[in-house]
């Protein structure tokens, strides 16, 4: 008898994981056990899978293996490869996408959104690519063989490229009266900031700017009065300059200077030195914007672009708040730094002091153009701890642009993620945000269900009630379903009422509808609501066949009876 081969064997351990994440999501450990057998068939040799022509092959031959065929399909999956790079956290991730039941919307761009995140180089993959209309025309401003503009190698975080447009993600399947993910762009585009008073707004771009470009103000600024002489004769000299090599000599002096107010502590001068800086800059260009001078100047302002300096200026930015003048430089300068400014003010906002502090940050982060590309990028860290930071301080700008990035993080993989992203659209308290809250009520995992469905409570919006039966019909974990049961107690409606009475006397679509606690739920909810016709079904369940319904019954209707005491208003219609 011949032995299999390893990558057979790693091929089978594979779909099994992926089987038992489909038909056992609750298993976390055993998803584990699963995934580290993965990994251990991994260290004899990777394989291969592939889709050619509607069959599976791995490594050449054909696998069978129904469920990873279909999903390799539906998400346009073309290759798949398994290596012993793979680890635990990826193989899960992965898992968990391909065992997602396919829903509403375009699955190969939902496949595509949500497995940015996993390792390309240790689950190596490729993917289907999505047609694309050809435009009518190339812009004359656009030839053809025009060269794409080259990114810094010295940037500290890779400018993210584009992905494809998220589509709706109801993962459990589709669900009628529950709305899928939104899609649609806000007013200039996703990432495009709302720009300061008197700048003009750029064109939407495809793909966020290289970070590396220089951030130009767009208006002057006053000139400081300073009372240092090494500051003076630097600024006075590069003003002078007639020719590069004097404007070089002089701005490096003046970054001298900015480099040692900062090192000594001396934040006056560092604000006064840097807005010089600046400010000449701006002036000198109005002069003379040739590429040398423009080179120059850009030069000196990325000598101080340094991490540790610019966590301090944004320090300075919030503990000078109540300083017009300082506020407004610091405003000004971190501008200028582009999006390594807007990253120290958000690397600020996580640590700072008190909730002043975090008003200011986000006042700041408010004002900055490139605030949305740096938030892109950390939306798409592979560090989950850093997207849930990013989650939470997108839901506390409130903007278009940031509920915007929101909804493509009801995409990640993570559910906690994705929670964190519910949290945040259920602050903003806008129709599209509450739309995509209702959608994650078809997420795969009950915590992101269970916290949409807190979001939702106390809503008085007509599709809400909708949106909370089309899930209590089909809601499977006993969490989530009971707390759906008691948001529907938070609408004091008779929609809501007849919509609860149904479910007390144990009727309904839910295979859990002659479950006890489901019926006491629900005739919770309507003593909460004491509306005479919900208080009526309650008494009237004094005679249920349940013995645990009949004492609910008796308690609900006296502590109602006890309240009406007090307060006047009738709890029970008729006998």
């Not at 991730?93 to 509403?104: E, N, T």
């Not at 153009?369 to 939306?379: E, G, I, N």
């Not at 599209?432 to 809503?459: F, K, N």
Request: proline share 8%; net charge neutral; charged share 25%.
């Amino acid at each position: 008898m011949t032995d299999r081969p390893p990558n057979l064997d790693l091929a089978e351990r594979f779909a099994a994981l992926v089987v038992l994440v489909s038909s056992q999501p609750s298993a976390v450990m055993e998803q584990r056990d699963a995934a580290r057998a993965v990994i251990e068939a991994a260290k004899a040799g990777e394989v291969r899978f592939a889709l050619a022509d509607g069959a599976l092959l791995a490594d050449g031959a054909p696998f069978d293996s129904p469920l990873l065929a279909s999903r390799f399909a539906v998400y346009g999956l073309e290759e798949l490869a398994v290596t012993e790079r793979a680890t635990q956290a990826d193989l899960l991730d992965l898992a968990r996408v391909l065992a997602a039941a396919p829903g509403a919307g375009d699955q190969v761009a939902r496949f595509a959104a949500r497995q940015i995140v996993i390792d390309p180089k240790s689950l190596p993959r490729r993917l289907r690519a999505r047609a694309v209309a050809e435009p009518d025309a190339v812009p004359p401003s656009a030839p053809p063989n025009a060269p794409a503009k080259r990114v810094s190698g010295s940037q500290r975080r890779q400018t993210p490229v584009a992905q494809p447009a998220i589509a709706a993600r109801p993962s459990r399947g589709s669900t009628p009266g529950i709305p899928a993910v939104p899609a649609e762009e806000p007013e200039g585009g996703p990432m495009r900031r709302r720009t300061p008073v008197a700048q003009p707004v750029p064109a939407p771009s495809a793909a966020p700017e290289p970070r590396d470009v220089p951030e130009r103000l767009v208006a002057a600024i006053a000139m400081p009065e300073t009372q240092v002489p090494a500051l003076a004769g630097a600024r006075d000299d590069a003003d002078r300059a007639d020719t590069t090599e004097r404007l070089a000599s002089a701005l490096d002096r003046l970054v001298t200077v900015c480099d040692l107010a900062f090192r000594q502590g001396r934040h006056d001068d560092l604000i006064e030195s840097l807005t010089t800086l600046v400010a000449l800059e701006f002036r000198l260009l109005e002069r003379d914007s040739s590429d040398a001078r423009r080179q120059a100047l850009n030069h000196a302002v990325r000598q101080l672009a340094k991490p540790v300096l610019l966590r301090q200026l944004a320090v300075l930015r919030h503990s000078r708040s109540t300083d017009p003048v300082a506020a407004d430089r610091l405003q000004q300068v971190l501008y200028r730094f582009g999006i390594d400014g807007a990253e120290a003010v958000i690397d600020e906002f996580a640590s700072a002091p008190s909730d002043t502090a975090r008003a200011t940050c986000l006042e700041c982060l408010r004002g900055l153009r490139r605030t949305y590309d740096a938030l892109l990028a950390f939306s798409r860290d592979p560090r989950e701890s850093v997207v849930r930071q990013t989650a939470h301080l997108l839901g506390e700008l409130r903007e278009p642009p940031a509920r915007q990035l929101l909804v493509e993080l009801l995409q990640h993989p993570d559910a906690r993620t994705r929670r964190a992203a519910v949290s945040a659209l259920a602050e903003a308290g806008t129709a599209d945000a509450l739309g995509a809250v209702a959608s994650t009520l078809t997420d795969e995992s009950p915590m992101v269900r269970s916290r949409a469905v807190a979001a939702l409570v106390g809503r008085r919006e007509p599709e809400v009630l909708r949106w909370l039966v089309s899930l209590i019909g089909q809601e499977s974990d006993r969490e989530v379903l009971y707390s759906a049961i008691a948001a529907l107690g938070t609408i004091p409606t008779a929609e809501a009422v007849q919509a609860l009475i149904p479910i007390a006397e144990g009727e309904g679509a839910n295979a859990l509808k002659k479950s006890a606690a489901m019926r006491i739920q629900a005739c919770t909810a309507l003593a909460i609501i004491r509306a005479p016709a919900g208080m009526a079904a309650v008494q009237a369940l004094r005679a249920d066949r349940d013995r645990d319904v009949r004492e609910a019954s008796v308690r609900l209707v006296a502590q109602a009876q006890r309240r009406t005491s007090t307060t006047g208003i009738p709890a029970v219609s008729g006998p």
